[in-house]
């Protein structure tokens, strides 16, 4: 199985300031036919589904605002808001869908300094 | 837009069987580019993927090896809809339960709304 580890496990940011998660796997996820990396980011917020914001490691889902960005490749992936706003406090996880089974990073909570 | 509507009981006795529905609208469950997903969390074990059912020619199945004993994903292609079906539950099958498409390109892309289940006698 693909291990997912995220860091930090929660940080806290001014509104307006930048937050930045990283995400790493236990081997590549990406994939050679088509050059992607099999790597998603999901926004959690209390008492409701995770929602997809990123996919293939930095395709920003339709309706998702442009300050949420990802980044990386191969084992090393960063999710970044670039600047923090109230409706941004939640858990984020990555996933792979590279193979299964699917797994997820054990999440960051992001708050409010 | 797809939607995922699930149902079923939010108590279950221990050594009995967990079974939960989910209703799609939007979508066909035999669609061949998508496939249909069990996911689990608890604070213990965070999201955990259970298994998925999918069509290409026949329906396949993948589940986890922690559940693969006591899983079965059903699709029902007259209603537009699948089910799990969890045997011989423990508390620590307690968790909050979501159906979930996942496509190739994009990974998990609709959820349910999630149904707690609590293992108690």
């Known amino acids: 199985d693909i291990v997912m580890t995220q860091s930090p496990d929660s940080l806290a940011v001014s509104l307006g300031e930048k937050a930045t998660i990283n995400c790493k796997s236990s081997q590549s996820v990406l994939y050679s036919s088509n050059n992607e990396n099999f790597l998603a980011w999901y926004q959690q917020k209390a008492g409701q589904p995770p929602k997809l914001l990123i996919y293939?490691?930095?395709t920003r889902e339709s309706g998702v605002p442009d300050r949420f960005t990802g980044s990386g490749s191969g084992t090393d992936f960063t999710l970044t808001i670039s600047s923090l706003q109230a409706e941004d406090v939640a858990i984020y996880y990555c996933?792979?869908?590279?193979?299964?089974?699917?797994?997820f990073g054990q999440g960051t909570k992001v708050e409010i300094k | 837009q797809v939607q995922l509507l699930q149902s079923g009981p939010g108590l279950v006795k221990p050594s009995q069987t967990l079974s939960l529905t989910c209703a799609i609208s939007?979508?066909?469950?035999?669609?061949?580019?998508?496939?249909w997903n069990w996911i689990r969390q608890s604070p213990s074990r965070g999201l955990e993927w259970l298994g998925r059912t999918y069509y290409g020619s026949q329906w396949y199945y993948d589940y986890a090896e922690s559940v693969k004993s006591r899983i079965t994903i059903k699709p029902d292609t007259a209603k537009n809809q699948f089910s799990l079906q969890l045997t011989s539950v423990t508390p620590e099958d307690t968790a909050v339960y979501y159906c979930?498409?996942?496509?190739?390109?994009?990974?998990?892309?609709?959820w349910g709304q999630g149904t707690l289940v609590t293992v108690s006698s």
């Open positions: 939007g979508d066909s469950v035999s669609r061949s580019s998508a496939a």
């Open positions: 996933q792979q869908y590279y193979s299964v089974p699917r797994t």
């Open positions: 293939w490691a930095s």
């Open positions: 979930v498409r996942d496509s190739p390109r994009k990974g998990s892309d609709f």
